[in-house]
């Protein structure tokens, strides 16, 4: 797991975020937020969606939507489906969940 966390973590930080500034990276921004006490560190909150919901991370983004940092992270779920998990960046709480079950061909 720790091939698919170190993907995880490039991943998130080639993604955009909605509080980013002309003059700062996302990784800048990453950073802050981590060092400020703002966020977790992504390994934490991973090694507890890995604990609560079983799945391979597919994607994962760290958003700062309504004034509160968020990750939220896709997973493929050993039956095929895919749950999306809405986190609570500070403390790692699940805010929301949403599944989609796959289409079964005929």
């Known amino acids: ?11 998130l930080l ?7 500034l002309a003059h700062k ?8 937020a981590l060092e400020a006490g703002e966020i977790l560190p992504l390994k934490r909150v991973l090694e507890r969606v890995e604990r609560e919901h079983p799945g391979e991370p597919l994607e994962i983004e760290l958003e700062h939507e309504q ?6 992270i896709k997973l493929l779920r050993q039956d095929g489906s895919i ?13 929301h969940t949403k599944q989609r079950t796959p289409e079964r061909k005929r």
């Open 83 to 95: 749950q999306k998990l809405i986190l609570d960046a500070r403390n790692g709480t699940l805010l």
């Open 1 to 11: 797991m720790s091939t698919t966390r170190a993907l995880a973590l490039a991943a």
């Open 14 to 20: 080639a993604l955009p975020s909605t509080a980013v």
């Open 67 to 72: 004034g509160q940092w968020v990750y939220e």
């Open 25 to 32: 990276s996302d990784h800048e921004i990453a950073r802050q």
